[in-house]
């Protein structure tokens, strides 16, 4: 046979395969629809609602508001963290990109309560259409996607984290978004090969034609905007590399790549290489303030010590040491503190964060209360466990996937802190995980339902109402526990019978 009839017979292999082949690389995507944008509207609405009503009380500053509002004023009037009283810039513990973004809202609306805490209103709302689009790509139903959503909106650490000059919340949006980036990138580089085998490619002999992963790219600028927020984006970092190699693994194996390992480690390192040098870029690139400023925290530590400081390269040596001097801080971050938790309480709920207490309040009583209270709407955190188990059930059971993305994404956010336990920390610190472990849930939900798979009317009718009745439970949870999400003035005797855990969380 010759060599070009041989390439005839392969290629005519390949296309009499390509529906077994095109099921594989690409399955059916959802495709927005009317119904789709109602219910999108219909949950961002409540969202939006439940976060601006009472958005500036409680007054002042509750909790590390008196940190990070402070931290942002002084990044709009000297570019950095300021120290009053020595009349320089102070030391802090974050990178300021999370600062910059409180700023935003100060800038526009002054150094007031609604001008440091709409920004962590705008990224909550963003974050809850992140998960609806997420969840829609991956279940392929809008009543899923506007379950996950709504969950998202009536949670109570989403909702508190989303009302609060904090980092946290502008760090789950980061890396939602890097996630669903990353999602698209999947689904552009497997229509890319599916186009190519379509076209009459010969999976053995040649590759697609070049293409730009600009997806993927963006997930790369999106987890160096996180890391400018927190350090702890760099588990999300480390975990969508590691799905982004995977995923690429897997549709060349799809495809009938005889060697798919190996491709894929010569064709797609300098790909990530590439995605690396993106974040440490976005992540310095979030420091400009400091750069420009003369009066940063070791701006000039080089010529404090009697060094030569060439530009350039002598203020990236200054922000290593800068950097150096926060590592230690953290490591060495081990007094106690009365709210401080463990990861394995995090999903339990079982050590939430006051965010602000008084008793000098009026609500019609003798003896009054009032509490903005970190606090996961408790019953939708006790179904967290629950649902991982049937996420992993599901995904050893099914090889789908999508379980293993949603977990791995899940614990990246808890699992990394067991390695600190000396360390002091808070609840809050599971915030980037609480989208992923919603999903978990409306993925053990949608189980019930079939999971987007072919399945019988009864049984999706099934799952209609199982979901249903579940979401009403949640909002029910929600609305009990919503005067200790907002501080309003309660009833001593009824703030305490909302201490379900007792001692644990007060």
């Not at 008196?66 to 102070?90: C, F, T």
């Not at 309003?488 to 379900?500: E, G, K, L, V």
Request: aromatic share 14%.
């Amino acid at each position: 046979m010759t060599a070009i009839a041989e390439r005839e017979q392969t290629a005519s292999s390949v296309l009499s395969t390509a529906p077994e082949v095109r099921e594989r690389l690409t399955p059916s995507l959802p495709t927005d629809r009317l119904r789709d944008w109602i219910v999108t509207g219909a949950v961002m609405a409540v969202a939006v609602i439940l976060r601006f009503v009472g958005l500036v009380h409680p007054r002042g500053m509750i909790f590390d508001e008196v940190y990070y509002a402070q931290d942002s004023w002084d990044l709009l009037n000297h570019g950095v963290e300021w120290d009053d009283k020595a009349r320089s810039g102070a030391f802090v513990a974050h990178p300021p990109l999370g600062k910059w973004l409180i700023a935003i809202g100060e800038k526009i609306f002054g150094y007031n309560e609604f001008g440091w805490r709409i920004s962590a209103v705008a990224a909550g709302l963003i974050s809850v259409l992140l998960i609806i689009r997420i969840a829609r790509r991956l279940f392929g139903s809008p009543i899923l996607a506007g379950a996950a959503g709504l969950l998202m909106a009536l949670d109570g650490m989403a909702f508190v984290t989303g009302r609060t000059a904090l980092l946290d919340v502008f760090l789950l949006v980061f890396v939602l978004a890097a996630f669903y980036f990353l999602l698209l990138d999947r689904d552009q580089r497997r229509k890319r090969w599916m186009t190519a085998l379509a076209g009459g490619l010969d999976p053995t002999r040649r590759r697609p034609p070049f293409a730009v992963p600009w997806w993927r790219l963006a997930t790369a600028v999106m987890l160096g905007c996180g890391l400018g927020v927190k350090w702890s984006a760099v588990w999300y970092v480390i975990g969508f590399f590691i799905l982004a190699f995977v995923w690429e693994y897997r549709t060349r194996k799809s495809a009938g790549v005889p060697h798919a390992f190996r491709d894929t480690l010569i064709d797609e390192t300098g790909w990530l290489v590439l995605c690396g040098l993106i974040v440490v870029a976005v992540y310095v690139s979030t420091w400009t303030g400091w750069f420009m400023s003369d009066d940063g925290w070791g701006r000039h530590w080089l010529q404090s010590q009697g060094r030569a400081e060439p530009p350039v390269i002598g203020a990236l040596q200054n922000l290593l040491k800068y950097h150096e001097d926060v590592l230690r801080f953290h490591e060495t971050l081990t007094a106690d503190h009365t709210y401080e938790s463990q990861p394995w309480q995090w999903l339990l709920d079982a050590r939430p964060v006051a965010y602000y207490w008084s008793n000098d309040i009026d609500c019609g009583a003798a003896n009054c209360a009032g509490e903005v209270l970190l606090l996961g709407t408790p019953l939708l955190w006790w179904s967290f466990l629950p649902a991982l188990i049937a996420l992993v059930w599901w995904g050893i059971a099914k090889r789908d996937w999508r379980a293993w993305a949603v977990l791995i994404a899940a614990l990246a956010g808890v699992v990394p802190w067991l390695n600190y336990p000396e360390r002091t920390m808070f609840f809050f610190y599971a915030l980037p995980a609480e989208p992923f472990l919603i999903l978990a849930v409306v993925f053990a939900l949608g189980m019930i339902g079939g999971a987007g798979r072919e399945t019988t009317v009864e049984r999706r009718m099934t799952g209609a109402f199982v979901l249903a009745g579940y979401v009403v439970v949640i909002a029910l949870c929600f609305a009990y526990f919503y005067p200790i999400y907002t501080g309003s003035p309660i009833t001593y005797d009824d703030w305490y019978a909302r201490m379900w855990l007792d001692k644990l969380w007060i």
